[in-house]
């Protein structure tokens, strides 16, 4: 893990289950610096542990402080993620903004630190004159109210999606390949002789244009080398089931 | 809210308590289209209306379904979210390209749904050869383990950022519309069935294997009502010839 990533600061968090599940969506994410400020339940705290199974590294090695200020001491630039506006002047990112900023500071060996409020109320202002910077999720504005743990996960989820420019789209193979134009071309070709002596162009009037719609549908279809031969077979198959009788 | 929004359909829940999770992080997120196929504990569930606080809404409208295809039944495009790869030739997106993919889509009055399996193993393969194209989040490989409501909210997370008017690429319909979930379900137990009965699947031992297959075929094909029809009238005719001997 590098060392260059930004500590996650839970300010006055206040259910253990909550603690856990935060920490969890950290390390969904890569991340593992954690810090608290005056957690309402003391600290360590069992209830943490239990939530935490799997990132439960992040709790043993999370520091734990008495104010805002001594927990963000060492940092050079600070978020602080709130619902609602507060009618401070401050600049406001959205998650993506704010992490490709992060990514940007920590690069550059700044330290970077984004707090969390507690689970009811949010940051206090505070808290928040002591941010360079907001972080507003653009929720619903008729249902805001992300919980703890989600926040966490959402901005943990940008601070990742700004690291790994991940391909938008692309295809899972399975162990095959796409198949080729003239792959294609010959199974076109095979389904073209069977149907027609099977009878399926008809009436003749309308048979080329039955074939051209066949091709067409053939050539638009994404077809790996594996499909080419399950519709070869298919085919096949029923040619001896006739010559069957 | 609009019309135009992909259905979020969860597959087998298993804890009330998620479902109501779930829907809270769909409707943080303006989205209220909600199916589940078969949920464990029955439906109404009591535990889920209790965490839904806020979201109630979404479980009195959500539609209840015994199979997956049954509530893929009206869809034109769906997504399974997947934290495994599978083996499955099938395109993988992230969330944040499938939910542009989806703006797009429904923005042209297309149904789209994004499936989410149960809390425990996710979705089963027999779901996913149902789906078109996968979602995969980018997670810590070395802690992969998203809950159903975190992949929810991400989801949902991504359908809002996606809010944008897009037109960069659009499919000419060529006067046919595409195929729903249902019709394409119908085309695959067609061709199932007369394959079977031609002595397709063989040997018996590899049978499943191969329906699998087939019916993963059809799903990640763009069909069209056409196509379907097509499909339909090349078998069909295989049939008669074979029975004119």
């Given at each position: 893990?590098?060392?260059?990533?930004?500590?996650?600061?839970?300010?006055?968090?206040?259910?253990?289950?909550?603690?856990g599940a935060a920490a969890r969506a950290m390390w969904n994410f890569g991340l593992d610096r954690m810090r608290m400020v005056d957690p309402r339940d003391g600290w360590p705290n069992p209830r943490a542990v239990a939530l935490a199974s799997g990132a439960g590294r992040l709790l043993d090695g999370a520091g734990v402080f008495h104010t805002t200020a001594d927990a963000l001491a060492d940092c050079h630039y600070v978020f602080a993620t709130t619902?609602?506006?507060?009618?401070?002047?401050?600049?406001?990112?959205?998650?993506e903004a704010a992490m490709a900023k992060a990514r940007e500071m920590t690069a550059e060996g700044r330290k970077v630190a984004v707090m969390f409020g507690p689970e009811r109320a949010g940051l206090e202002n505070a808290d928040i004159i002591q941010a360079n910077a907001i972080i507003s999720v653009p929720v619903n504005p008729d249902f805001p109210s992300l919980n703890l743990a989600q926040c966490v996960l959402l901005t943990a989820y940008e601070w990742r999606r700004a690291d790994v420019p991940a391909d938008g789209e692309r295809m899972e193979m399975g162990g095959t390949e796409p198949a080729t134009g003239l792959e294609v071309e010959k199974l076109a070709a095979?389904?073209?002789e069977r149907l027609d002596q099977a009878g399926f162009f008809f009436p003749e009037t309308k048979?080329?244009?039955?074939?051209?719609?066949?091709?067409?549908?053939?050539?638009?279809?994404?077809?790996?080398?594996?499909?080419?031969?399950?519709?070869?077979?298919?085919?096949r198959q029923m040619v001896r089931w006739k010559e069957r009788g």
């Open positions: 893990m590098t060392d260059r990533q930004p500590a996650f600061v839970l300010v006055r968090p206040q259910m253990g289950e909550n603690i619902a609602r506006p507060r009618g401070m002047t401050k600049p406001v990112f959205t998650p095979h389904y073209e048979a080329e244009g039955m074939k051209a719609n066949l091709r067409n549908l053939w050539s638009r279809m994404p077809l790996t080398r594996a499909d080419v031969q399950m519709f070869h077979g298919m085919l």
